[in-house]
């Protein structure tokens, strides 16, 4: 080994490119690639040394001819020991004195364990790369000490496998060892030895093959497996449940140069290949039967002629070929050339059938003491194998023709296409490639693109993992394409949405799922069964983008908001406005964005993708089908005409309404666009492009992208009647990609053109980053309008509420209440409620980065008088303000989810507001591990201004094992009452351990979830730590109206089917034994997740989710027996 697995920063300079440390004691790569030499040649007599300066020999022992062979598999076997965790090289192998003659100041490298116990989720890689065939490397196999591998069993697996089992062309099978590529009986690959047709002398076997086989049966590092189940085989729908059982390790081999060259003629009924041979024999009177003779070595080689047909075939050719008559070392002179002629079916004279080759061997030079046979290896005929038809005695020199008369004449042989009675093997690296993984061909190697045809792609059944490159021009790009696919072996989901609040037979989810550093995305439709048990994937939507040419893409023309023409374009050269073109740069780049792949690298300039959809990080996927908004329910406050039209539009049978339309799901990706994708079959019908991001696009076409942030908002939709009918609107925000909301009339999805691009929405001062969804609500005034906080990072950087006209013909103006609070403050996503039924929004609350909880009272019919609820003198108050417990001053945590409302507690006014704190949006947050808190506030018409003093604490008083025989790792609450009758504002549970005395830096950073007077918290605990997933999670259900733990369980821990007391916490309290239902379950192998989505199965319920490890969860949770109490919100936020 010449160096421990690390960044290449020791020995290139990342600021000038420069290789370092190279000096004659520098370890390193480069530095070792730089010393080698060829260490065997003596200058003086012009031979080879190392006990390999003689001509002829026919063997040679470890340590001799050291110039030669290529021990593929025995430094596979090295590599599988250094990852075992080995800490020292094989002895045969270590660079010791010997070694130091042949190759000076040869670096000795001290392993360093490449997966310590912290990285035991690394996915390690391996790259095969090499020049020729393996050689010599059957003999050093064994005494590696990793348990369980068996080398000869492994490569017997894999010719069994493939159905090894007859007569091959090899050089030996451990019974005959003539050396030739002749036909021998084979029954166990383990056996074979000597690769045809190119080195069947030089004793290269298939073990290497088996080696890698080993990635798929054996496990490196069995002391990582508890680690590894909980993070891989928790849940059934992990893409990577094979990790869980072994160590993850992926290899591909490079192929480089031939051993030989070989020329692949095509013939009518397939292909013939053949390769220049060669033997010499010491004894220079030897004849064709004689014993002795051995393979020459190539020194040159020359095609002197070749003609081509029409459609640029070789139909035929000349060629010459120069040798040296020993195998190894001695001069590595000329001794001898021969020559190749080749004609195909009528290019021959006479001609002969199209179906056949004709190849003629001679001698043209000679000049040594040594015999020597010449001819030619042939493949691809019903008569494989090798001809040696010329013989050359011994001394018999000649320098030009004709060739003396002991030299046997030109000599032809005619093959026709067809299969041998001796088949041909693949190469080593051709199996090693393919059974180092189970999926070894789902992708076509000309395209990169997947296929959906099985286990081989049809017409091309070349392993993934397998890369020739016979120009070495093409070594980049295959490298580029290795270290591609090995840096997206793994992934991570950012969120799941279905089209069911409740389980049935077409119940679905949907999980985004994104690839880094390549950044493309996945959106999958996935099936639940009855059990609520994802299924097998129904679609994918990456996959399914129709071509560039028929996508219907739209974008914005950049003109202000409230313009009465349309803004909306055509996302095509032609249409863009000038500034547009300006920052795209050219229509090939523009083509490149609607996905058009053909100038992408290596035959263009652009960045390769193997999917068209961008990750998904931020934005939740959004279903639309046939909601229910209840504008046409007795009591809402619409005219009539429109809730009659209401009904109509969600129940017609006839023109667009719920019922015909398609059903849809919305999502946001960061390759530039907005996606709109047909339910049934995950086709996208359409795509957005907001003005906003336009500026940036250019980047994803560099080859040398940097992961930027586009469409990265959540999309929300509603419905409003606007003008003379009712339609559907989606909203869409940037998130972490820009400053701007969007209106889109998704009524028709199928009839989606420029016109129905409503407005796309910015402000220069207010408006930041949007991290939540924008909402679509009818107010007092008696106009619809869109609803969101102003976001993070605006020029003010005060926290804002925006309300937008939907309708930007009425001249209505945009309405924004500025709490004057900042700086760097923000609005999260508001909560809207309408108070007395009538389906039009009376307030809104929403909370910001200073921790302030804002109530916006929004009842009065004109909408200037629209402002904060709460006020000190004449500015505006918050509700409450949460802090966390330091004396003497408090540190304001910050609220950046939405919030929850629900009823009051009996005999008190107003509404129960949920909420929690902590802020995750970006890497600097990871590391703030400030105490951060769950709250239930009363709004009981009052501001709050003694802070968590007015609020009842609860915390948590157990944390670990649910028991003795359940290492589940749990959290229990403790139920305080709450004295809401003597003035008690609500209640608040610090997200702080019984174990430990300081905060660890959970926090909740997604919406709460109100379920049967439970209240659901998802918190996650952001970690740094490379085998985390990026932290952990927790899910939580405490009593809404105390916060306190509940007093019946709802986690099914026993698997029984039941909630009862055998699902309990048992543990010790203070010395005494102690059983509570469970609160908390921690998610220890998930990574970090969302709030989850509800599936309703009656008494049972299924909390579903996605974390960043990139699997599914499914927490089975208790129900109701009865009709679920619906939330002030659901009518908002179906």
């Known amino acids: 080994?010449?160096?421990?697995?690390?960044?290449?920063?020791?020995?290139?300079?990342?600021?000038?490119?420069?290789?370092?440390?190279?000096?004659?004691?520098?370890?390193?790569?480069?530095?070792?690639?730089?010393?080698?030499?060829?260490?065997?040649?003596?200058?003086?007599?012009?031979?080879?040394?190392?006990?390999?300066?003689?001509?002829?020999?026919?063997?040679?022992?470890?340590?001799?001819?050291?110039?030669?062979?290529?021990?593929?598999?025995?430094?596979?076997?090295?590599?599988?020991?250094?990852?075992?965790?080995?800490?020292?090289?094989?002895?045969?192998?270590?660079?010791?004195?010997?070694?130091?003659?042949?190759?000076?100041?040869?670096?000795?490298?001290?392993?360093?364990?490449?997966?310590?116990?912290?990285?035991?989720?690394?996915?390690?890689?391996?790259?095969?790369?090499?020049?020729?065939?393996?050689?010599?490397?059957?003999?050093?196999?064994?005494?590696?000490?990793?348990?369980?591998?068996?080398?000869?069993?492994?490569?017997?697996?894999?010719?069994?496998?493939?159905?090894?089992?007859?007569?091959?062309?090899?050089?030996?099978?451990?019974?005959?060892?003539?050396?030739?590529?002749?036909?021998?009986?084979?029954?166990?690959?383990?056996?074979?030895?000597?690769?045809?047709?190119?080195?069947?002398?030089?004793?290269?076997?298939?073990?290497?093959?088996?080696?890698?086989?080993?990635?798929?049966?054996?496990?490196?590092?069995?002391?990582?497996?508890?680690?590894?189940?909980?993070?891989?085989?928790?849940?059934?729908?992990?893409?990577?449940?094979?990790?869980?059982?072994?160590?993850?390790?992926?290899?591909?081999?490079?192929?480089?140069?031939?051993?030989?060259?070989?020329?692949?003629?095509?013939?009518?009924?397939?292909?013939?290949?053949?390769?220049?041979?060669?033997?010499?024999?010491?004894?220079?009177?030897?004849?064709?039967?004689?014993?002795?003779?051995?393979?020459?070595?190539?020194?040159?080689?020359?095609?002197?002629?070749?003609?081509?047909?029409?459609?640029?075939?070789?139909?035929?050719?000349?060629?010459?070929?120069?040798?040296?008559?020993?195998?190894?070392?001695?001069?590595?002179?000329?001794?001898?050339?021969?020559?190749?002629?080749?004609?195909?079916?009528?290019?021959?004279?006479?001609?002969?059938?199209?179906?056949?080759?004709?190849?003629?061997?001679?001698?043209?030079?000679?000049?040594?003491?040594?015999?020597?046979?010449?001819?030619?290896?042939?493949?691809?005929?019903?008569?494989?194998?090798?001809y040696l038809d010329i013989l050359r005695p011994g001394g018999e020199n000649f320098t030009s023709l004709p060739a003396p008369s002991t030299v046997t004449v030109p000599t032809s042989r005619t093959f026709t296409t067809g299969t041998s009675t001796a088949k041909l093997l693949e190469s080593p690296l051709w199996y090693a490639a393919k059974y180092a993984r189970s999926d070894w061909d789902t992708k076509s190697n000309a395209t990169g693109q997947p296929t959906a045809s099985g286990t081989c792609m049809p017409g091309d059944c070349i392993p993934d993992n397998l890369f020739k490159v016979t120009n070495p021009a093409g070594l980049f790009d295959a490298l580029g394409k290795v270290f591609e696919q090995a840096a997206n072996a793994d992934a991570s989901a950012s969120a799941i949405a279905s089209n069911s609040t409740r389980l049935d037979t077409n119940t679905h989810i949907y999980q985004a799922v994104f690839h880094s550093p390549a950044w493309t995305g996945e959106l999958k439709s996935i099936p639940l069964s009855s059990t609520g048990v994802p299924g097998t994937m129904i679609w994918e939507a990456g996959s399914l983008i129709p071509a560039a040419a028929s996508r219907n893409i739209k974008t914005w023309n950049g003109q202000a908001w409230n313009v009465a023409t349309s803004g909306g374009l055509d996302f095509a050269w032609g249409s863009l406005t000038t500034t547009q073109q300006t920052s795209i740069g050219n229509s090939a780049v523009l083509s490149y964005l609607r996905g058009d792949q053909t100038n992408e690298k290596p035959s263009g300039p652009y960045r390769k993708r193997t999917t068209l959809l961008g990750d998904i990080v931020n934005s939740d996927p959004h279903y639309v089908a046939m909601e229910s908004y209840g504008y046409d329910q007795p009591g809402s406050g619409l005219a009539a005409t429109e809730q009659a039209a209401y009904t109509t539009y969600r129940t017609g049978s006839t023109g667009v309404t719920k019922v015909t339309r398609k059903k849809m799901l919305y999502a946001g990706a960061n390759d530039g666009m907005l996606h709109a994708f047909n339910e049934a079959n995950g086709i996208e019908l359409f795509g957005y492009v907001p003005n906003a991001v336009v500026g940036n696009l250019s980047k994803l076409s560099d080859p040398h992208y940097q992961h930027n942030y586009y469409v990265d908002g959540s999309p929300n939709s509603g419905d409003a009647y606007l003008g003379s009918g009712w339609k559907t609107v989606l909203l869409g925000t940037l998130g972490a990609g820009g400053k701007a909301v969007f209106a889109l009339d998704i009524t028709d999805p199928d009839s989606f053109d420029a016109a129905k691009v409503m407005w796309e929405f910015t402000d220069a001062s207010d408006l930041g980053n949007i991290m939540g969804r924008a909402h679509v609500a009818r107010m007092n005034d008696g106009n619809w309008y869109a609803v969101f906080g102003n976001g993070y990072n605006s020029s003010n950087q005060h926290s804002v509420l925006f309300i937008v006209p939907l309708d930007k013909t009425l001249g209505l103006p945009v309405r924004k209440i500025d709490t004057g609070v900042g700086s760097d403050n923000g609005l999260s996503e508001p909560a809207l409620l309408d108070d007395d039924g009538d389906r039009i929004i009376d307030t809104i609350y929403a909370g910001d980065l200073k921790g302030n909880l804002w109530k916006f009272d929004v009842s009065g019919s004109n909408a200037g008088t629209w402002d904060s609820a709460y006020m000190s003198g004449s500015t505006p108050a918050p509700l409450f303000t949460a802090t966390d417990g330091s004396t003497p001053t408090p540190v304001a945590q910050p609220i950046t989810s939405a919030l929850e409302i629900g009823a009051s507690p009996s005999g008190t006014s107003g509404y129960m507001v949920y909420f929690g704190t902590g802020k995750y949006l970006g890497n600097t947050d990871i590391g703030n591990i400030a105490t951060q808190t769950a709250y239930g506030i009363l709004d009981s018409g009052t501001k709050i201004t003694t802070g968590r003093s007015a609020l009842q604490s609860q915390s948590f008083v157990y944390e670990g094992p649910r028991s003795s025989t359940d290492t589940s790792e749990i959290r229990v609450v403790g139920a305080n009452p709450v004295g809401y009758a003597g003035g008690i504002r609500g209640w608040y549970l610090d997200l702080l351990s019984p174990n430990t005395p300081s905060a660890l830096g959970e926090r909740i950073v997604s919406s709460p979830l109100l379920r049967f007077g439970r209240v659901i918290l998802t918190s996650i605990v952001p970690s740094a730590a490379p085998c985390e997933q990026g932290g952990y999670s927790w899910i939580t259900e405490v009593d809404a109206l105390t916060g306190a733990g509940l007093n019946y369980s709802v986690f099914d821990y026993n698997g029984d089917g039941t909630f009862d007391a055998a699902d309990y916490a048992a543990y010790s309290s203070s010395g005494v034994a102690t059983t509570n239902p469970v609160s908390s379950k921690k998610l220890a192998s998930e990574g970090l997740m969302k709030s989850p989505t509800v599936i309703s199965a009656g008494e049972t319920e299924y909390k579903i989710g996605s974390g960043t490890a990139g699997g599914i969860v499914v927490v089975k949770e208790k129900g109701t027996t009865g009709s679920p109490r619906t939330s002030w919100r659901q009518i908002f936020a179906p």
């Not at 009986?185 to 047709?197: N, V």
């Not at 021969?338 to 080759?357: K, R, Y």
């Open 1 to 386: 080994m010449t160096n421990n697995a690390t960044t290449a920063d020791d020995e290139i300079s990342s600021t000038t490119g420069q290789f370092i440390n190279q000096t004659t004691t520098s370890t390193g790569i480069i530095n070792t690639i730089n010393r080698i030499r060829i260490s065997g040649w003596d200058y003086s007599t012009g031979k080879h040394q190392n006990s390999c300066n003689s001509p002829g020999i026919l063997t040679f022992t470890d340590g001799q001819c050291v110039d030669w062979g290529n021990p593929l598999a025995e430094m596979y076997l090295e590599t599988l020991r250094y990852f075992a965790g080995k800490t020292s090289p094989t002895t045969a192998f270590d660079s010791d004195s010997t070694e130091q003659t042949h190759l000076p100041s040869l670096p000795t490298v001290a392993w360093v364990d490449p997966l310590p116990s912290s990285q035991w989720c690394a996915l390690s890689n391996t790259v095969v790369l090499s020049t020729g065939l393996n050689s010599f490397d059957r003999d050093q196999l064994t005494g590696h000490g990793i348990t369980g591998l068996d080398v000869v069993s492994l490569t017997n697996a894999v010719g069994t496998a493939e159905g090894v089992m007859g007569t091959y062309l090899i050089g030996s099978n451990g019974v005959t060892s003539d050396n030739q590529c002749s036909g021998k009986s084979l029954s166990s690959l383990s056996d074979a030895s000597g690769i045809c047709p190119e080195v069947p002398s030089l004793e290269g076997g298939y073990g290497l093959a088996g080696l890698a086989y080993a990635n798929q049966t054996l496990d490196l590092r069995p002391l990582y497996q508890t680690n590894r189940t909980i993070r891989w085989g928790a849940a059934s729908t992990n893409p990577n449940l094979a990790f869980a059982a072994r160590q993850p390790m992926a290899t591909y081999s490079v192929a480089l140069a031939e051993s030989l060259p070989k020329f692949e003629i095509p013939v009518s009924g397939g292909t013939v290949t053949f390769l220049p041979a060669c033997q010499a024999n010491s004894t220079g009177t030897a004849t064709a039967t004689s014993s002795g003779w051995r393979v020459c070595s190539l020194t040159d080689l020359r095609v002197t002629s070749l003609v081509t047909n029409g459609s640029g075939q070789p139909i035929s050719g000349s060629l010459d070929a120069a040798w040296e008559d020993s195998t190894w070392g001695n001069d590595y002179d000329m001794d001898g050339v021969s020559q190749l002629d080749f004609c195909v079916g009528n290019a021959c004279s006479p001609s002969i059938a199209t179906n056949s080759i004709k190849i003629t061997a001679q001698a043209t030079r000679a000049a040594a003491g040594h015999a020597l046979r010449f001819g030619y290896i042939v493949t691809g005929t019903s008569q494989d194998g090798t």
